[in-house]
């Protein structure tokens, strides 16, 4: 064998894998076929539970010398109610960051070299070895345009949502997907409002989705969200129906008074949120190339960092045992019941609907409830589930609310109950589901027959 692992891909989640493999003293190579520091179509918040990652991989130093400035206040404005406040803390880290993925990528990666990682960049892997259905190692080529080959007992495919690994393995099926009902339109500005450097914002009207983060460079990142259906709006003239939407959003159009948009507008339309098979005989598939969630709730990066450390950490001490395939499958389980129920959350936010009376509702009530705002951001925030957030009592109580209110009316307050219970059910049921069943076989080159090593 050459190496112990093979990494392909060097962003958060192969970053990630490596820097918990080369700690423990494990041979990792990571080939990425881009040279650092590189961008990627990618937006970049990272709540306070994102930026522990960082911290309990030792790159926060680094990412924090890239100069975003700390967010450690989060904002949410709809139909002129706001609500805004400050999370949890997560191993003491109380902010939040929005570190542009040139600098927060590269960060990453000198973090794994400093840690032992030996990482190639311009190295595109295009083969898998496969022998008697494990994956014993990658067929690659650089510069040159010569075909090289690797082994190793364990290939880990950290290469996104168009991942190489996955579709070699013949697993880039997901099997469990929702599309979303939301595009991405972004842009960067130039902030002339310094004392809002401090806090993430997000508006919501109607059914359009605004946001802006304060990031590194003095800039401001302005993600648009517009429902899928609008995305034909854009095919035209995108910078006209990006400003033209920002207007739609007074407050958001208020925040960016003063600045100037840098650079073009960014788009990402077409997105599925998926849960793809992810672990086999000798290989396993971290990030965005096993399983991706819809930008809306900014979870992607820090969902990468940690189940790439995850995966490293518990393969380290198992590598050359014939324990290593059930410890692949056990992280794989892992992943997919901790992630479900953020998952189904997302997908409910990425419908690309206006928000409900029941969710209005529940703003009002955290305006006039210390400590409800933080509840909410801390969804964000994975320091509490969704389903803490809004118990049965406290459902009730904001329904008969919003019916004493008679702002909305009865029926589209009930329409909106009706719902909320309907999908809080069946999320359940197919938590319960996952909980009960094994993951569904994958029927790839390596699959998860046992084989002998
Ligand atoms: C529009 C948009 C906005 C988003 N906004 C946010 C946000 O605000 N916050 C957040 O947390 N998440 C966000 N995400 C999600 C986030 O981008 C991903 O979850 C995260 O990048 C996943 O990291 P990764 O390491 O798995 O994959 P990636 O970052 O996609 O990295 C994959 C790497 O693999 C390499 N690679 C691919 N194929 C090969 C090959 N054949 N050989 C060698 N190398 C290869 C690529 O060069 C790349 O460097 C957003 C996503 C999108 C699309």
Known sequence: MDT?????????????????????????????????????ISTHLL??????????????????????PRLPIGMATSDGVTVRGRYSTVDGIGYGMCVRRTGLDAALVTTARAAGAEVREGSKVTGLIVESGRVTGVRFTERDGVERQLRAPLVVGADGRRSTVAKLLGVQEPYRRQPSGRACFFGYWTD???EWRNTAIQWRAEAELGTAFP???????CLLQPPESRVADFRGDALAEYLRTIKAMPGLAERLRGGELVGGVRSATG??????????????LPGDAGHFKDPVTA????DALRYGRLLGEAVAPVLHTDELDATLLAWERRREIDCLEVYQWTNGL???????PLELELFRAARKRDGLTTRLLDVYNRALRPAELVGPVRGIALTATALARGTESRSAVLKALSRQVRTTVSNALERRRVRRHPLPPSTGAATDRPTRR
Do not use: N
Request: with cysteine; net charge positive; glycine share 14%.
């Open 4 to 40: 112990e692992v093979i990494v392909v891909g060097a962003r958060p989640a192969g970053s990630a894998t490596a820097i918990a493999l080369a700690r423990a003293g494990r041979r990792v190579v990571v080939l990425d076929r881009a040279h650092f520091p590189s961008d990627t």
């Open 47 to 68: 709540w306070p539970g994102g930026v522990a990652e960082l911290s309990r991989l030792g790159a926060l130093e680094r990412v924090e010398a890239v100069g975003a």
């Open 192 to 194: 002339a409002k310094t």
């Open 215 to 221: 990031c590194d460079g003095g800039l401001l990142l």
């Open 271 to 284: 997105i599925e949120s998926y849960f793809r098979r992810s672990s086999g005989p000798g290989w396993a």
């Open 299 to 302: 979870q992607g990066i820090r």
């Open 350 to 356: 990425a419908a690309g609907e206006p928000m409900t």
